[in-house]
């Protein structure tokens, strides 16, 4: 069995990324913060999946744009503020 603190250590060099643009305390990545002692998250603006998709449909689509059609964690200021506050 690994020792906390080994378990901790180890956490503590791991950086995720998710999905949710809001969060609850039943959230995955809230349950993985506490329990593994994660180093960071990693937030995106945009799915690149579908930002390809989309930049398909139309060749001229800025990133500001995609990202009003394709949002990934971060939305708005204001929604990112309080996504990181859950954070």
């Not at 250590?9 to 643009?21: C, D, K, L, S, Y």
């Not at 349950?31 to 999946?49: A, C, H, Q």
Request: glycine share 6%; proline share 5%; net charge positive.
């Amino acid at each position: 069995m690994i020792r906390q603190d080994t378990k901790e250590m180890i956490g503590q060099m791991i950086m995720i990324g998710f999905r949710e643009a809001g969060l609850t305390a039943t959230s995955p990545i809230i349950r993985s913060l506490k329990e593994f002692s994660l180093g960071g998250v990693i937030l995106y603006n945009i799915r690149l999946k579908d930002y390809l998709e989309a930049k398909k449909k139309n060749p001229d689509l800025t990133r500001e744009e995609a990202a009003r059609l394709c949002p990934k964690n971060i939305i708005s200021p204001d929604q990112l503020k309080r996504l990181t506050a859950s954070l």
